[in-house]
T-cell receptor
């Protein structure tokens, strides 16, 4: 089955700097890659996603890149703000498969 | 538009008991998925319900079962609770036309503690 690895497990950046979180996946059939943000005591919130027919997608300060050949995808957050502090999860899913496989999460801390 | 709502938010059970968790899907969504999130881990897929039938199941034993109702709401039932069942149980809804499941939107979760 699919296996998703996520790095780093913790990340601290100064406010205003950029943060990058990387994930690799094992199943070449995976074609959908969402990113979720989870704040303390809350459920995961979808922040951006990308499908395998696209190499990059951007939404304001957040961008995701996908390298299908290397089977890895990354989340980029620019101009970080204190409210970006949370746990971020990457995930992958293959077409026709109902299961979303999550990474182990990255705890991002923005230092004021 | 209402989001995904789950109840109860917190509950405590003892080993061997049974528990039922409830979920109301987001307006316009017809598919419900359940995930288990242990402390410090990513969510793990339990199963999905579409058209009131189980449609895909993760690596969970049969004592984890569910239902989906005609209004697309859902229940997760866990029998013979074990200590390792302590976790945050997340419900996610999505809209599934033909083919693949769309984006998943999660509720706030039900935190289950088994003593």
């Amino acid at each position: 089955g699919e296996n998703v690895e996520q790095h780093p497990s913790t990340l601290s950046v100064q406010e205003g700097d950029s943060a990058v979180i990387k994930c690799t996946y094992s199943d070449s059939a995976s074609n959908y890659f969402p990113w979720y943000k989870q704040e303390l005591g809350k459920g995961p919130q979808l922040i951006i996603d990308i499908r395998s027919n696209v190499g990059e997608k951007k939404d304001q300060r957040i961008a995701v890149t996908l390298n299908k050949t290397a089977k890895h995808f990354s989340l980029h957050i620019t101009e970080t703000q204190p409210e970006d502090s949370a746990v971020y999860f990457c995930a992958a899913r293959a077409f026709g498969n109902e299961k979303l496989t999550f990474g182990t999460g990255t705890r991002l801390t923005i230092i004021p | 538009e209402t989001g995904v709502t789950q109840s109860p938010t917190h509950l405590i059970k003892t080993r061997g008991q049974q528990v039922t968790l409830r979920c109301s899907s987001q307006s316009g969504h017809n598919t419900v998925s359940w995930y288990q999130q242990a402390l410090g881990q990513g969510p793990q897929f339990i199963f999905q319900y579409y058209r009131e039938e189980e449609n895909g199941r993760g690596n969970f034993p049969p004592r984890f079962s569910g239902l989906q109702f005609p209004n697309y709401s859902s229940e997760l039932n866990v029998n013979a609770l074990e200590l390792d069942d302590s976790a945050l149980y997340l419900c996610a809804s999505s809209f599934r036309p033909r083919g693949n499941t769309g984006e998943l939107f999660f509720g706030e979760g039900s935190r289950l503690t088994v003593l």
